[in-house]
């Protein structure tokens, strides 16, 4: 097994979710969380759905782990993050959603969905609190229309070539009678992190294998063998069941849209009842993801990994791994 499950898992349900009142009261659901590594401790940026089916954002931070090995424990902020300038966006906000976190220039940014309007943008929102996310802009791309419908974006924590980049998901029509997805992951580079520009494709789904519909997960891992990005496949199966899973990538370090090795298989899947049973059953989503790096700026193999990821959109899950683990699969074929 790639991955181990935290003995703790679920890491936080809606029990963990305090109430917010007005808005949250007896919380719905908690999944599909960013990640930061502050002083040494992991905060989760937090997807909560309340009863009435909106969005709200709202943190974790950790406390110590037992001695056990199970990893912290997280406590939730009584309090929702607050999205300054999102009226930006667009004229109708519906919801705010699936943020990933990235360290980028020693500040902390994050890439986020918004259903907007009749469509999905993506934000790029900045904090130092985390209590607090300030829109930088609306990510467009030129002519691009079809960077008008995108639900997966993330940042790579520094510049490539001098500009700033993105791994994103456009997506296409709906396939079945499932909702629009993608089976596109393209790179974008920009100067101000606002207007972008497509730098060509990075890779497609495999049609009849675990991955025929893509989307990036957290921030790429700078690693002496490249990019390392964890991703999500879905088999569509049957158009009603699809499953969500977390497979690995290696890009090039200087050109992120030429891969190096993709991994024959999956490195999780939805396996526990929980993450088999909830509101959308057969999810795991993996969306944060911390890792401690060398004085040169590398993850190297024999380091910790932990990713926290959203599961059957109801709770949050942690797996660990190490980078030289995950380098591995890529490489197996
Ligand atoms: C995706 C996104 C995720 C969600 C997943 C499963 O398209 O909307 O937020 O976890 O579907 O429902």
């Not at 891992?221 to 499953?243: C, N, Q, S």
Request: glycine share 10%; proline share 6%.
């Amino acid at each position: 097994m790639v991955f181990t499950r935290s003995a703790s898992n679920p890491i936080l349900s809606r029990d963990d979710i305090p109430d917010a009142p007005p808005d949250v009261i007896d919380a719905t659901s908690v999944f599909n969380p960013g990640a930061a590594r502050v002083d040494g401790r992991d905060l989760l940026l937090l997807r909560v759905q309340t009863r009435g089916r909106r969005t709200c954002l709202m943190t974790a931070e950790s406390e110590p782990g037992p001695a056990d090995g199970s990893g912290a424990a997280f406590t939730v902020r009584r309090e929702l993050v607050e999205l300054v300038g999102f009226e930006e966006m667009g004229r109708e906000i519906h919801h705010v959603y699936d943020p990933r976190v990235t360290l980028l220039d020693g500040a902390w940014h994050v890439v986020l969905a918004v259903d907007v309007d009749s469509t999905c943008r993506l934000a790029v929102a900045r904090t130092d609190d985390f209590r607090r996310l300030e829109l930088v802009g609306k990510v467009a791309a030129g002519g691009r229309t079809r960077w008008d419908d995108v639900r997966n974006g993330v940042l790579f924590p520094e510049r490539i070539g001098g500009s700033y980049a993105m791994l994103l998901r456009p997506n296409r029509k709906a396939i079945g009678d499932g909702p629009s997805s993608g089976d596109e992951i393209v790179l974008g580079t920009s100067d101000d992190l606002v207007n972008w520009r497509e730098r060509g494709s990075v890779m497609s789904g495999r049609w009849h294998s675990w991955d025929e519909l893509i989307g990036p997960g957290p921030p790429p891992v700078k690693t002496r063998d490249g990019w390392l990005l964890v991703y999500h496949g879905i088999a569509t199966h049957l158009a009603t069941a699809w499953i969500y899973q977390a497979g690995v990538v290696l890009l090039d370090l200087e050109d992120p849209t030429r891969v190096i090795a993709r991994g024959r298989d999956n490195v999780l899947e939805p396996r526990e009842s929980w993450e088999m049973t909830g509101q959308v059953p057969n999810v795991v989503f993996p969306s944060g993801l911390t890792v401690d790096h060398d004085a040169d700026g590398f993850a190297g193999p024999d380091t910790e990994l932990t990713l926290y990821y959203g599961a059957a959109d109801t709770c949050v899950g942690r797996a660990t791994t190490t980078v030289g683990r995950l380098i591995e699969s890529c490489r197996l074929e």
